[in-house]
């Protein structure tokens, strides 16, 4: 079946795979895939769901690290016109069963490491079908689950017709830490984001996904198509979107890092030895570490040749002059760093050696159909020095999965245009560049994760010892920002190694606080609302960090 004329991620990558067949698809410790290979593997994994009973709109949940039976899987689900949904690997029992749970999942594919944790809850998790468990090969651990090997050695699945309105889903934390799946249309997601690959080309816009194999195929004659490395993981937009979705859009392998630790000097040994022409990362929680092994190769007379790496990507997170000055000492690239979120992209910069020096930090240019806009929707005046709202009109999502009234407050109409407005404040200056001042929610991203202070604040709370508790962000070089409880107790000053165990046996790890500051009254306004300021203040002076003002 033709695919080529109907928008969607199914329909894009079978148009590579019929273009393009015996190149390179998946380079990963796991598997190495052509695009036959990913196509056909993919069909088979398709044919399985559909077999369990799942029909077109079904929910696949993945939960993995970056590996190729990932990519898999996800295809197959798009293949049969199902859903996939991104879990977080880190979570534990009860985050896990709500996020499957909340997605109405039928399928879940998951690696072996985690089979304990899926055990515990297959009673909280009625409506699964069937469970596919990635590696070793052999009996699955978990009882009910059939292999990654036997779900992709059966019949593949005939290529079907699928429409632009099927739906896409990526699952984000909410203000209150609970995940939340943010919907798109196939149709305007699959276009933009191959849209997107072409502009970074320098190619026209396509019409249709057909349009792309001209160009996908003289890539291929000239030996110019791409690899692609997502370092941050695919369970988040960043890796899998800028580091998986777009550059396939034309044919580019992806170079999967799966190592479960981040280890900058063996990301970047992969980049240099698979000769990657595109890096995803997150900001400097991912770039510091990067530039401190390229120094010290280069102090040790072992530099890294990376002549290869033409961009480095990255979004939703800071990141700073100095760190891209650090990388461009090293790569000749062009850094694009989007100002982006589940919700939509907003506005990025492009940073190189030209201009590098020129650079200052959390400054943007408003992508189109962008603006910044006051509570009542009237755009903020350049140059005023007024702060609002970031907002878009383009791809504007469908919704929250089964949240309408999350919905209706993020996705808000003004004069007859539909924006997504997920609470980013910054400034607009006399040049028509933003300056990002942060989320509304008060959200701390550490390492690439977002974590939200009132769910840390609730299992903080939940130790009898806690009288009452707030969590804030601060800077931390290898993190980005650190996880910091700020606490008070009836009597005494609680054993912050009684907290850590406490805290991590009801959320995940990376959420769990790094530091543990006790003071006599955690601050609050008169009516009860958190001052957030004056705690991270109070953290900051304990720790003795001092926060950088621009």
Avoid at 303 to 316: A, H, N, Q
Avoid at 504 to 532: C, F, M, Q, S
Wanted: overall charge negative; proline content about 6%; charged content about 20%.
């Amino acid at each position: 079946m033709n695919s080529g004329s109907v928008w969607n991620l199914a329909n894009v990558w079978e148009v590579v795979a019929d273009t393009i067949p015996t190149e390179p698809a998946i380079i990963s410790d796991t598997l190495n895939l052509s695009w036959q290979e990913y196509d056909q593997a993919s069909a088979r994994m398709a044919q399985t769901f559909v077999d369990a009973g799942l029909q077109p709109g079904s929910k696949v949940a993945i939960y993995s690290y970056n590996r190729a039976e990932y990519l898999i899987a996800q295809f197959g689900a798009l293949k049969a016109r199902l859903c996939p949904v991104n879990v977080n690997y880190r979570y534990l029992e009860t985050e896990l069963a709500y996020i499957i749970d909340n997605s109405d999942a039928e399928a879940v594919v998951y690696e072996s490491a985690f089979a304990a944790r899926l055990e515990a809850i297959l009673n909280d998790i009625p409506a699964v079908k069937v469970f596919v468990e990635i590696d070793p090969p052999g009996t699955p651990v978990l009882p009910s689950a059939i292999s990654f090997e036997q779900a992709t050695s059966g019949s593949a699945m005939p290529r079907i017709a699928r429409d632009a309105s099927d739906i896409y889903m990526l699952y984000t934390g909410g203000t209150t830490g609970n995940p939340k799946g943010v919907m798109y249309e196939q149709g305007g997601f699959a276009k933009v984001l191959a849209t997107m690959a072409c502009a970074f080309r320098a190619l026209p816009p396509p019409e249709t996904p057909a349009d792309l194999a001209v160009s996908i195929e003289a890539f291929a004659e000239q030996g110019a198509l791409s690899r692609s490395l997502p370092a941050c993981p695919l369970m988040h937009g960043t890796g899998m979107w800028i580091g998986v979705f777009i550059p396939h859009s034309l044919g580019a392998a992806a170079v999967l890092y799966y190592n479960q630790t981040f280890d900058a000097t063996d990301l970047m040994r992969l980049v240099e030895r698979e000769r990657v022409q595109e890096l995803v990362i997150v900001g400097d929680a991912f770039a510091k570490p990067i530039v401190d092994a390229l120094d010290k190769a280069d102090a040790e007379g072992s530099p890294m040749e990376l002549s290869s790496v033409r961009l480095i990507g990255s979004s939703g997170v800071m990141f700073s002059a100095a760190v891209k000055q650090g990388l461009l000492r090293h790569m000749d690239a062009n850094i694009v760093d989007s100002m982006g979120a589940s919700e939509g992209s907003f506005a990025t910069s492009i940073t190189n050696r030209e201009n590098v020096n020129d650079y200052k930090t959390a400054k943007f240019e408003l992508s189109p159909f962008a603006k910044v806009i006051k509570e009542d929707g009237t755009p903020v005046t350049p140059g005023s020095g007024e702060m609002g709202l970031v907002c878009s009109a383009a791809l504007v999502p469908v919704g929250y999965y089964k949240d309408p009234v999350k919905s209706a407050a993020t996705f808000k109409e003004f004069d007859g245009v539909r924006y997504s407005v997920p609470g980013d404040y910054a400034t607009v200056e006399a040049d028509g560049t933003i300056t990002l001042i942060g989320r509304g929610s008060i959200c701390i991203n550490s390492g690439g994760e977002k974590i939200y202070p009132e769910e840390v604040e609730e299992a903080m709370k939940a130790h009898a010892a806690i009288y009452d508790c707030l969590v804030v962000g601060v800077p931390d070089d290898k993190f980005g920002q650190a996880v910091t409880a700020v606490y008070s107790v009836p009597a005494g000053v609680q054993d912050a190694a009684d907290l850590k165990a406490h805290v991590r046996g009801l959320i995940a790890d990376y959420k769990a606080p790094r530091h543990y500051v006790w003071v006599e009254t955690v601050p609050r306004a008169v009516n009860g609302k958190a001052d957030y300021k004056t705690a991270k203040k109070f953290a900051l002076q304990a720790l003795g960090i001092e926060e950088a003002t621009a």
